[in-house]
T-cell receptor, first 115, second 113 residues
Framework: DTGVSQNPRHKITKRGQNVTFRCDPI?????LYWYRQTLGQGPEFLTY????????KSRLLSDRFSAERPKGSFSTLEIQRTEQGDSAMYLC?????????????FGQGTRLTVV | AQSVSQHNHHVILSEAASLELGCNYS??????LFWYVQYPGQHLQLLLK??????LVKGIKGFEAEFIKSKFSFNLRKPSVQWSDTAEYFC???????????FGTGTSLTVIP
């Protein structure tokens, strides 16, 4: 499968615990995005990487959230001291613009439930 | 910041009915426009996209969309829906000079056989 891969698919955690999600983009894609989606809403932008550089962060991304893409390939999103409001689907997407912007290819997401 | 509005939150149609889903965006500059579909239990998939040229864009599965710049709109259409079109549909906008994709809140389409 050469699509965007996210792990784990589901995560249940207790409030206050830390969680980390992983995203493996399509191999030749240099852009990687993290989005969050809650029920009844569209995906909300969290952050964006071009290669290993984190170029943009949303105000939604509080200090408890951190994302990395150390070698410009896979990325991790960590949430520290989780809160119930963090429960959502976390989506990763990648793209490879070639002159014009191209579409983002999405993974299946990691569903986080904070209890 | 860009905003994307999808006015139809829930649409229920019978098979063979025609579909039109509205999408409006706020940015006045050059934009790239997309419609994504999310079938139950699956990831977001691209239906069609517009960058430039002919404002009437054809996508997969018989879908099409028309970019009307003066109305800041990019409405999705299909002349005859099928039960398998039951899904969530999202409009997205990417500014030509920007990086992120802005999504609407989505429209849930249910097609009754």
């Amino acid at each position: 499968d050469t699509g965007v891969s996210q792990n784990p698919r589901h995560k249940i955690t207790k409030r206050g615990q830390n969680v980390t999600f992983r995203c493996d983009p399509i191999s030749e894609h240099n852009r990687l995005y993290w989005y969050r989606q809650t029920l009844g809403q569209g995906p909300e932008f969290l952050t964006y990487f071009q290669n290993e550089a984190q170029l943009e962060k949303s105000r939604l991304l509080s200090d408890r959230f951190s994302a990395e893409r150390p070698k410009g390939s896979f990325s991790t999103l960590e949430i520290q001291r989780t809160e119930q409001g963090d429960s959502a689907m976390y989506l990763c997407a990648s793209s490879s613009p070639t002159g014009q912007a191209t579409e983002a290819f999405f993974g299946q997401g990691t569903r986080l439930t904070v209890v | 910041a860009q905003s994307v509005s999808q006015h139809n939150h829930h649409v229920i149609l019978s098979e063979a009915a025609s579909l039109e889903l509205g999408c409006n965006y706020s940015y006045g500059g050059t934009v790239n426009l997309f419609w994504y579909v999310q079938y139950p239990g699956q990831h977001l998939q691209l239906l069609l996209k517009y960058f430039s040229g002919d404002p009437l864009v054809k996508g997969i599965k018989g879908f099409e969309a028309e970019f009307i710049k003066s109305k800041f709109s990019f409405n999705l259409r299909k002349p005859s829906v099928q039960w398998s079109d039951t899904a969530e549909y999202f409009c997205a906008v990417n500014q030509n000079t920007g990086n992120q994709f802005y999504f609407g809140t989505g429209t849930s389409l249910t097609v009754i056989p």
